[in-house]
C-alpha cells in the first residue's frame, strides 16, 4: 500500500504499484482502495504535459514535469516587492553595461545575459541577491552599483556627468528611461 496525494492535499491509500522514471514522469498502477470496482479492469488514462489532480483508473501515466513557482524564502530580498524590483533593475542595468563593453573592445565568450549576470553575482555574493536576507539590502545594491561604475559603459558616463543608474527613492516613480 502507499498513500498518493490528492489535489486537496489529502492522502489515500493506494493498493498498487508506483513506479518513478528518470524523465519526470511516473506510473500509478491499481485502484485506490475506495473506488476498487470504480473502473473495469484493463482502463487506462494517461495524462501528458499536465499536472495529475486525483484521477482514479487502473493505470495512470503521467509525462512531463511538474513546474514549479520560484522559491522566495521569507525574510529576503526576494519577499519584499519593492526591494526585490530595484535589485532587477539594477541587475539588468549592469547586464546592458556588460554587453556595451564590446563597443570599448572587450572580448567575452558568449552572450551576456541576465542570468549569468546574477549568477556571477550569487559567486560574489555567496548567494543570489533575492536570497540575501533584507538587513543586507544596502550592502547588495552598493555592490552591484560599484559593479556598474567599474564597466567601461559605467566610466565613460559617469565622466561626462551622467548617471549609471537611479536611486531606490526614484525608483517606480520615474519612466524606465535608456537615456538615463
Known amino acids: 500500500m502507499v498513500l498518493v496525494a490528492t489535489r486537496w492535499g489529502r492522502r489515500i491509500p ?20 475506495f473506488a476498487k470496482n470504480a473502473a473495469p479492469v484493463g482502463n ?11 484521477i482514479i483508473a487502473n493505470k495512470v501515466t503521467v509525462q512531463g514535469k511538474l513546474k514549479t513557482g ?45 542570468g549569468g549576470t546574477r549568477s556571477i553575482l550569487g559567486d560574489q555574493l555567496g548567494g543570489l541577491p533575492k536570497d ?6 544596502d550592502r547588495v545594491v ?21 548617471r549609471n543608474y537611479h536611486e531606490f527613492h526614484e525608483h517606480g516613480q520615474l519612466p524606465d528611461d535608456d537615456n538615463e
Do not use: W
Open 142 to 162: 552598493a555592490h552591484i552599483q560599484a559593479k556598474i561604475d567599474k564597466t567601461a559603459l559605467g566610466r565613460n558616463r559617469r565622466s561626462r556627468g551622467q
Open 70 to 114: 520560484p522559491i522566495i524564502m521569507p525574510g529576503t530580498i526576494g519577499a519584499h516587492p519593492r526591494e526585490y524590483n530595484y535589485v532587477e533593475y539594477l541587475v539588468k542595468r549592469l547586464t546592458k553595461f556588460r554587453e556595451s563593453g564590446a563597443s570599448y573592445g572587450q572580448k567575452r565568450k558568449g552572450r551576456i545575459h541576465a
Open 44 to 54: 487506462t488514462v494517461s495524462v501528458i504535459g499536465t499536472h495529475n489532480s486525483g
Open 132 to 137: 540575501q536576507p533584507l538587513e543586507c539590502f
Open 14 to 33: 493506494h493498493f498498487g504499484a508506483v513506479s518513478y522514471h528518470p524523465t519526470g514522469s511516473h506510473t500509478i498502477s491499481g485502484v485506490h482502495n
